[in-house]
């Protein structure tokens, strides 16, 4: 671990210590596991960051399928976010998106309605309302991106808030915001398709 990692490893270390894996399921059993692939991210070089980035894919979000560790995994993702000496930012929200959504590319065309995950009329307690609300809490994290120094990560973050449901308001005003200042054509690119997934057209 290097010292521009070290706020990065020790905030996350501080989330993972309030929970308790040992009593949360993934795919494979007790999600005693995910602390060490959490903390690769943080500190890891790049064999490390893949190696954990493809485990909690065959952990957390297996085959598509989500977990109650998978809301636990949330906000130590969206933490990791909040730092730029953290590694492919970019890759973990792409993830995060991923175990909100399932597999996103079924709201290309319609763009994306929070309550299509779980009905209308969601328990707070049924998994997809716990991960949106978890998503939705970083809404300001995912928002800080899009003035990040790397078009990569601008783009996620842009991809990230097409994504929230609860305070959908405060994320099209900031792609708006943003839209009339970037000048990378890609970021650009993203953050109006982010816009359009965060419209979605009544069928």
Do not use: K
């Not at 601008?154 to 708006?176: F, K, Q, T």
């Amino acid at each position: 671990m290097t010292e521009c990692q070290r706020p990065a490893v020790e905030a996350t270390r501080e989330l993972l210590e309030g929970v308790d894996w040992g009593t949360l399921r993934h795919a494979r059993g007790p999600a005693v596991d995910l602390p060490a692939h959490l903390l690769a991210l943080a500190e890891g070089g790049p064999e490390a960051r893949a190696a954990a980035m493809a485990e909690l894919r065959r952990t957390i979000f297996l085959r598509g399928l989500r977990y109650p560790a998978t809301v636990a995994a949330m906000p130590p993702l969206i933490e990791l976010l909040r730092h730029e000496a953290v590694a492919g930012r970019d890759q973990i929200v792409i993830l995060l998106v991923d175990l909100l959504a399932g597999y996103p590319n079924a709201y290309l065309v319609g763009g994306y309605d929070a309550a299509a995950l779980g009905g209308q009329d969601w328990d707070p307690e049924d998994l997809p309302a716990q991960l949106q609300r978890e998503l939705d809490r970083g809404c300001h994290v995912l928002a800080a991106l899009l003035s990040d120094g790397d078009p990569a990560v601008r783009a996620a973050g842009a991809y990230g808030l097409a994504w929230i449901g609860e305070g959908r308001d405060r994320a099209r005003d900031a792609l708006s915001s943003h839209y009339e200042q970037e000048e990378d054509p890609v970021v650009r690119g993203a953050v109006l398709l982010a816009l359009s997934y965060a419209e979605p057209t009544e069928t």
